[in-house]
């Protein structure tokens, strides 16, 4: 079946520091794959997401690229800030018809000051 | 646009109780589903909706959880009767379904605990 696997947390940062949360994929086809964000108190919202392999998504300085040979999807921040602190999930989805997205459990990220 | 509505926010409850939680998803949206975000399991489908008709309920864990969606504007997610490991926060989000499946919108969630 499909799944997704991340990395647990938490992740704790200091500010400016390189982030990497790791996540591999196992899928029946080429899935499309994402990155959403919960802030604290909130439910998650779409943060990136790319639909073919070598695709890059982008948004808010983050990226993942789509990497099929090693099945992953690594979400990488450059400089962190504040407030990035939230729970970051890795997602996918079969590309057919209306299918429900399945998330991995989630990594919670802490950035310091 | 006021987004996903659910309620309520918080919700105790003793054990045997029955739990009713409600979810308005955005207009216009006609896919909508039910998640439950527990530490141990992380988030995990229960069920969803197309068209308010049922497409998948595999996730539901046993016969004591039931979902509804009577029209495209209200859904309720009911256990009878609860139990404590069914404390956990229940998430609803809708999306536009084939048009775009990877935009769901997520409400604030329930926060239910189980005594």
């Known amino acids: 079946g499909n799944s997704v696997t991340q990395m647990e947390g938490p992740v704790t940062l200091s500010e400016e520091a390189f982030l990497t949360i790791n996540c591999t994929y196992t899928a029946t086809g080429y899935p499309s794959l994402f990155w959403y964000v919960q802030y604290p108190g909130e439910g998650l919202q779409l943060l990136l997401k790319?639909?073919?392999?070598?695709d890059k998504g982008s948004n808010k300085g983050f990226e993942a690229t789509y990497r099929k040979e090693t099945t992953s999807f690594h979400l990488e921040k450059g400089s962190v800030q504040v407030s990035d602190s939230a729970v970051y999930f890795c997602a996918l989805r079969r590309n057919s018809g209306n299918t429900p997205l399945v998330f991995g459990k989630g990594t919670r990220l802490s950035v310091i000051a | 646009d006021a987004g996903v509505i659910q309620s309520p926010r918080h919700e105790v409850t003793e054990m045997g109780q029955e739990v009713t939680l409600r979810c308005k998803p955005i207009?216009?949206?006609?896919?909508l589903f039910w998640y439950r975000q527990t530490m141990m399991r992380g988030l995990e489908l229960l069920i969803y909706?197309?068209?308010?008709?049922?497409?998948?309920d595999s996730g539901m864990p046993e016969d004591r959880f039931s979902a509804k969606m009577p029209n495209a504007s209200f859904s309720t997610l009911k256990i009878q009767p609860s139990e404590p490991r069914d404390s956990a926060v229940y998430f609803c989000?809708?999306?536009?379904?084939?048009?775009?499946?990877?935009?769901?919108?997520f409400g604030s969630g329930t926060q239910l605990s189980v005594l």
């Open positions: 207009s216009g949206h006609n896919s």
């Open positions: 790319a639909t073919k392999a070598d």
């Open positions: 989000a809708s999306s536009l379904g084939d048009r775009a499946p990877e935009k769901l919108f």
């Open positions: 909706f197309n068209n308010n008709v049922p497409i998948d």
